[in-house]
């Protein structure tokens, strides 16, 4: 199974149904990267992703995007294979 890591924040309801979206998906556990505890890992979460906003998610060694992303690829039928190959 692929290593998921996701960028988030406590509050951040984007990031509570990219966490859903991948649990249903049989993805745990997500490796979660709070930026709103720590300003360094922020910085390098912009610096990796050259994105500001969470969440910001990685499947593997791929940069998925955020949950926009990620629902999209699984409504394509993407997001299955991306971890199964990840």
Do not use: S
Not at 36 to 46: G, N, Q
Not at 64 to 81: K, N, S
């Amino acid at each position: 199974m692929p290593r998921v890591q996701m960028y988030c924040t406590a509050f951040c309801p984007y990031c509570v149904m990219a966490e859903k979206l991948l649990t249903h998906r049989g993805f745990t556990p997500i490796e979660k990267i709070r930026v709103d505890l720590d300003p360094a890992e922020r910085d390098a979460m912009i610096h990796r992703t050259g994105r500001r906003t969470v969440p910001q998610i990685y499947i593997g060694q791929t940069h998925v995007g955020g949950f926009d992303d990620l629902a999209t690829l699984d409504r394509q039928g993407l997001l299955d294979p991306l971890l199964d190959n990840a």
